[in-house]
C-alpha cells in the first residue's frame, strides 16, 4: 500500500472543516439564539441554559472522541497511522 498524501490530506482538511463547522454553530449560534429560546422551559429550568451552558459541554465531548475515531480510520486507510505496538 502506497501512502497517498494528497488524498490523505484532502480527506483530513475536509473532517477538520466539518468538525470547526460543528464547534463554530455550538460555540457561538447556539448562544446568540439562548435568550429567545429561554421563553420556553425544560424541568423548570430555561430552555436557551440547557442548549447554551449544558449542551454545548456534551457535544464538544463527544465531538472529540468522534474526531479522533475518524482521523485514526483515514490515517489507517492511507497508512499514515502510527505502528501499535500489543504487549
Known amino acids: ?25 455550538f460555540a457561538f449560534l447556539v448562544h446568540w439564539f439562548a435568550v429567545p429560546l429561554n421563553e420556553a422551559s425544560f424541568f423548570g429550568w430555561p430552555l436557551g441554559y440547557y442548549f447554551a451552558a449544558q449542551g454545548s459541554l456534551i457535544v464538544f465531548v463527544i465531538q472529540l472522541f468522534v474526531f479522533n475515531w475518524q482521523q485514526h480510520r483515514i490515517d489507517l486507510a492511507y497508512g499514515a497511522h502510527e505502528d501499535e505496538e500489543l504487549e
Do not use: K, Q, S, Y
Not at 500500500?1 to 463547522?21: G, K, P, S
Open 1 to 25: 500500500m502506497t501512502f497517498d498524501r494528497v488524498e490523505h490530506w484532502r480527506r483530513t482538511r475536509n473532517l477538520m472543516a466539518l468538525h470547526l463547522t460543528i464547534w463554530f454553530v
